[in-house]
């Protein structure tokens, strides 16, 4: 069975930054696409950042490149994500998840298997 648990959410200001932490059960992590995805109250899901298994290739959506860091530790089967320069904009329940199988995209229904998500408000 996959499982996957996010932490390290919280409040931190405007210009902040946090870290997150994915944790997952189940087997060949390093094999998968893995991704970050984000929702704000009103607001669809939407994919931050993902990391490509088993090439290990990450893409970031285009307003948090440059902010944000994603990284995978296939020893530890964890996902990071370093997340610089906050803005209140990126207030929102973060997710990890995983279709458990290679895509190149964000698109949700594609992923199968998801986390219960962490808090993250930036204040301004």
């Known amino acids: 069975e996959v499982r996957l648990v996010e932490s390290g959410g919280g409040l931190v200001q405007d210009g902040g930054s946090l870290p997150l932490a994915c944790t997952f059960s189940g087997p060949r992590f390093e094999d998968y696409t893995v991704g970050w995805f984000r929702q704000a109250p009103g607001s669809e899901r939407e994919g931050v950042s993902y990391?490509?298994?088993?090439?290990?290739?990450?893409y970031y959506k285009p307003t948090v490149t440059g902010r944000v860091t994603m990284s995978r530790d296939n020893v530890k089967n964890t996902l990071y994500l370093q997340m610089n320069s906050l803005k209140p904009e990126d207030t929102g329940l973060y997710y990890c998840?995983?279709?458990?199988?290679?895509?190149?995209?964000?698109?949700?229904?594609?992923?199968?298997?998801w986390g219960q998500g962490t808090q993250v408000t930036v204040s301004s």
């Open positions: 998840a995983t279709p458990c199988r290679v895509v190149n995209n964000f698109i949700t229904r594609e992923y199968d298997y």
């Open positions: 990391i490509r298994g088993p090439d290990g290739s990450t």
